[in-house]
C-alpha cells in the first residue's frame, strides 16, 4: 500500500537556525512528490514537485531534494513568517489522487 | 481566475442535520477532487471527478456522503444525518487531466457537527 511519512510531527526553530524536514514514501512507481505549506485555518498551498531522484528546487529560504525513498525540505535562515505545516505528497494510482503524510509542524520563533 | 473557491468557510450543525458544502474550481480544470483533514493529520482522499463523471470513491466515503458535479463545473458534497466524527475541514481541489503539477486546493469548508 502506497503509504508517506513525514518527521518530525513538530520541529521548533530560533530565527535563523537551519534545519531539515523528512519525507519517507513507499509507493509503486513514483509520479511526483510534492510539498506543500498549509497556514491554519487555510488550504495547503504548493510549493514543489519533484519527479526523479536527484533532483533539487529552491525558492527562497526553501529547498526541496528527493532520493529513491525521501524527500527533504532544508529551511535555511528561516523567519517567523516560515512558521507553517509543511505537507508531503505523493500520486497513488496513476495521477488519480495524492496521499498525503501527516505533516510537520514548524514554529520559528523570533 | 481567483482560484478554487468553497462556500461556506465555516458550518456549525446539530448531529442528525444534513449539510451540504460547494466548491467552484479553477475553470480551465476538468479534475476536482475532495478531501477531509482532521486536526494533526494530513488530508485524506474522499472522491474525484474527470468531467461530470466520478471516477473514485474512497472507502472513508460512507452512503451518508455523496458528491455531484453537475455539467462538469462546481461540485457539491452532501453529508446526511451528520455524526460528530464528521467535524473535520472538507478541502476541495482541482487540476487539470494531466495531473502531474499538482492540484490547487481551495481555503475548505470547515465542518462542526454539535
Known amino acids: 500500500e502506497d503509504q508517506v511519512t513525514q518527521s518530525p510531527e513538530a520541529l521548533r526553530l530560533q530565527e535563523g537556525e537551519s534545519s531539515s524536514l523528512n519525507c519517507s514514501y513507499t509507493?509503486?512507481?513514483?509520479?511526483?512528490l510534492f510539498w506543500y505549506r498549509q497556514d491554519p485555518g487555510k488550504g495547503p498551498e504548493f510549493l514543489f514537485t519533484?519527479?526523479?531522484a536527484g533532483e533539487e528546487k529552491e525558492k527562497e529560504r526553501l529547498k526541496a531534494t528527493l532520493t529513491k525513498k525521501e524527500s527533504f525540505l532544508h529551511i535555511t535562515a528561516p523567519k517567523p513568517e516560515d512558521s507553517a505545516t509543511y505537507l508531503c505528497a505523493v500520486f497513488s494510482g496513476g495521477y488519480n489522487k495524492l496521499i498525503f503524510g501527516a505533516g510537520t509542524r514548524l514554529a520559528v520563533h523570533p | 481566475d481567483t482560484g478554487v473557491s468553497q462556500d461556506p468557510r465555516h458550518k456549525i450543525t446539530k448531529r442528525g442535520q444534513n449539510v451540504t458544502f460547494r466548491c467552484d474550481p479553477i475553470?480551465?480544470?476538468?479534475?476536482l477532487y475532495w478531501y477531509r483533514q482532521t486536526l494533526g493529520q494530513g488530508p485524506e482522499f474522499l472522491t474525484y471527478?474527470?468531467?461530470?463523471?466520478?471516477?473514485?470513491k474512497s472507502r472513508l466515503l460512507s452512503d451518508r456522503f455523496s458528491a455531484e458535479r453537475p455539467k462538469g463545473s462546481f461540485s457539491t458534497l452532501e453529508i446526511q444525518r451528520t455524526e460528530q466524527g464528521d467535524s473535520a475541514m472538507y478541502l476541495c481541489a482541482s487540476s487539470l487531466a494531466n495531473a502531474a503539477d499538482g492540484y490547487t486546493f481551495g481555503s475548505g469548508t470547515r465542518l462542526t457537527v454539535v
Open positions: 519533484l519527479y526523479s
Open positions: 471527478f474527470q468531467n461530470e463523471a466520478q471516477l473514485e
Open positions: 475553470s480551465e480544470h476538468n479534475r
Open positions: 509507493v509503486s512507481g513514483l509520479r511526483g
